[in-house]
C-alpha cells in the first residue's frame, strides 16, 4: 500500500516550543534551536574534516588507510558531518514525516552537547595518539548515540503511522548501535591488539555497517518523502523504498556474518559465500535507491535543477561508480590498499558527503526562510528561499567538490601525492564556499529583492502571535 505523498513543512501560528501531534512543525526560535545546534556543529565538523584532507594527503596517497590520523579524518566526515546533520534532520522531520512530537526536546540538548564535544575529543584523541583524550571522547560520544536512539525510538513507538520511512528510521538506529559495538571493539584492538590479523576484517565490517546500515538506509528513508517534495514530484516510489531498505538491511548482515573471525575460523568458504551473498544484496539495493531517485528526477514538475539538486545528482552519479568499484576492491583484498582508499573516498567524499551538502541546501535555507519571514507571509511581498544563498557561488562550490573527488581517486589509484593534494586543496575550496554560503544566511543581513530592504537574519526568530 503507498503512502500520501509528503507535504511541504507547515508553518504554525503557535506559540515557540510547542508541538503538535499531527505533524505540525514548529517555526518557533526554541524549536529551531535543537536541529540548529546540530548543523551549526556539523558544518564545522565538515569545515575540519576538509582542512584534515590536507594533511594526511601523504597517507592517502600511499593507501595508509589504518593510520590514526586517516582515521581521525575520517571520523570527522562520518561522526561529524553526516552522523550530526542526520541528528538535526530528524528532530526537525520526524514531527512532519511521523505526525509525532520528538518524546523529550531536553534529552535532545543534552545528548548533543556529550556527542558534539564528544566528537571533538575522539577526533583529537586519535590525531595526537592521546590514549585520555580519546577515552573520554568515546565515552561522550557512546552516551550522546545511546541518549539519542532512546529519545527517537520513544518517537518512533508512539508514531500513529508506520510506513517505509518509519522502518528506515528503525533499521538505521540499529546498525548506528552496531556500528558503535564494532568502534569499541576496534579500539580495545588498537589498546591491547587482541584483533591481530583480523583487524582489517573488522574494520571493513564497521565501514560498512555505518556507511550502509546506518547512513545509507537512513539517507534512503529520507530521500523517500524529501526528493520528490523538493523536486516537486508526484509520483510513488514505495515499493522502490522498500525494496531499497530491505535489500540493504540484508546485504549488511550477510556482509557482517561473512566477515566476522568466528565464522572464517569456522568455514572459510561459507564466509566467502556469506560476504559476496551480502555484497550482491548491497548492490540490488544501491540499484532500488539509484532507480527510485532517477524516476523522481524524471518526474519532476520543476525542469530547471537548483544548486541544491544538482549536488545530490552529482551524488548520485558518484554513488554509482563506488558501487562499481565496490566488488572489485572485496575481491583484490587488501593486497591493493591504494584502490581501497579511492573506493572509500568516492562513496564516502563523493556520495554521501556531497548529497548531505546537497541536502542543506535546500532544508537549512528554507529553516532560515521561516525564521525571517514567517509573520510576514500575506502582509507584505517576502523573497524565495533561493534568495537567501548566491546560486553562482554555490554552484561553483559543486564545481570544485565535484573536481576534487576525481583527483582524490585518481591520486590515491596512482599513488600520486601531487594529485591528492591537489584534490584535497579543491574540496576544501568548494566546503569554505559552502560554509561562507551558510553563514551568510546565518549572520549577515540580506536584502529583500521585493522591496530592496534590508532583513535582518534572526528577523522574528521565537516571535509569537
Known amino acids: 500500500m503507498s503512502e500520501p505523498l509528503p507535504a511541504p513543512i507547515p508553518i504554525t501560528t503557535k506559540p515557540a516550543g510547542a508541538a503538535d501531534v499531527r505533524g505540525n512543525a514548529m517555526a518557533g526560535g526554541s524549536a529551531l534551536l535543537l536541529p540548529g545546534e546540530h548543523f551549526a556543529a556539523a558544518l564545522c565538523f565538515l569545515a575540519a574534516g576538509s582542512v584534515g584532507l590536507i594533511w594526511v594527503a601523504p597517507e592517502l596517497a600511499n593507501g595508509l588507510y589504518l593510520s590514526p590520523h586517516v582515521v581521525a579524518v575520517t571520523h570527522c566526515f562520518t561522526l561529524g558531518w553526516l552522523s550530526t546533520t542526520i541528528f538535526g534532520a530528524l528532530y526537525q522531520l520526524l514531527p512532519v514525516v511521523l505526525r509525532v512530537p520528538i518524546r523529550s526536546t531536553w534529552w535532545g540538548h ?24 580519546r577515552h573520554v571522547g568515546v565515552a561522550l560520544v557512546s552516551f550522546g548515540i545511546v541518549s539519542l536512539v532512546i529519545n527517537v525510538a520513544l518517537s518512533l513507538r508512539a508514531a500513529p503511522r508506520r510506513g517505509v520511512v518509519w522502518a528506515a528510521i528503525a533499521v538505521a538506529l540499529t546498525f548506528l548501535v552496531s556500528t558503535v559495538g564494532l568502534g569499541l571493539t576496534l579500539l580495545r584492538s588498537l589498546d591491547t591488539g587482541f584483533l591481530a590479523g583480523e583487524r582489517v576484517r573488522v574494520l571493513a565490517l564497521h565501514f560498512h555497517v555505518a556507511m550502509i546500515g546506518w547512513l545509507l538506509i537512513m539517507v534512503v528513508g529520507i530521500s523517500y518523502r524529501l526528493l520528490p517534495m523538493f523536486l516537486l514530484a508526484h509520483l510513488d516510489t514505495t515499493r522502490l523504498t522498500r525494496n531499497a531498505i530491505a535489500s540493504l538491511a540484508a546485504g549488511v548482515v550477510a556482509l557482517a556474518a561473512g566477515l566476522l573471525p568466528q565464522t572464517t575460523a569456522l568455514n572459510g568458504r561459507l564466509a566467502d559465500v556469506l560476504a559476496w551473498a551480502g555484497i550482491a544484496f548491497i548492490e540490488a539495493g544501491l540499484l532500488f535507491y539509484l532507480e527510485q531517485a532517477r524516476r523522481v528526477y524524471k518526474a519532476r514538475m520543476r525542469p530547471k535543477l537548483d544548486a541544491g539538486l544538482r549536488h545530490v545528482a552529482m551524488a548520485l552519479v558518484f554513488m ?128 529583500d529583492p521585493t522591496t530592496k530592504q534590508a532583513v535582518s537574519p534572526i528577523q522574528n526568530v521565537g516571535a509569537t502571535r
Not at 111 to 132: I, R
Not at 366 to 381: M, Q
Open 110 to 133: 543534552a545528548s548533543f552537547w556529550s556527542y558534539a564535544p564528544g566528537v571533538a575529543l575522539f577526533a583529537c584523541g586519535l590525531a595526537a595518539g592521546s590514549l585520555p583524550t
Open 320 to 447: 554509482s561508480v563506488s558501487a562499481v568499484l565496490g566488488p572489485v576492491v572485496f575481491y583484490e583484498g587488501s593486497a591493493h590498499s591504494r584502490l581501497g582508499v579511492a573506493y572509500v573516498t568516492m562513496a564516502l567524499l563523493g556520495g554521501l558527503v556531497l548529497l548531505a551538502v546537497g541536502q542543506f541546501y535546500k532544508i537549512v535555507p528554507f529553516l532560515v526562510w521561516i525564521s525571517r519571514f514567517r509573520n510576514d507571509l500575506g502582509r507584505r511581498k517576502v523573497p524565495s528561499v533561493g534568495d537567501l544563498y548566491s546560486a553562482r557561488v554555490a554552484h561553483c562550490g559543486l564545481l570544485a567538490l565535484s573536481l576534487a573527488i576525481v583527483l582524490l581517486v585518481t591520486g590515491e589509484a596512482l599513488g600520486a601525492l601531487l594529485i591528492v593534494r591537489a584534490g584535497a586543496l579543491s574540496f576544501t575550496t568548494g566546503v569554505g564556499l559552502f560554509v561562507s554560503q551558510m553563514l551568510r544566511m546565518a549572520f549577515v543581513p540580506g536584502r
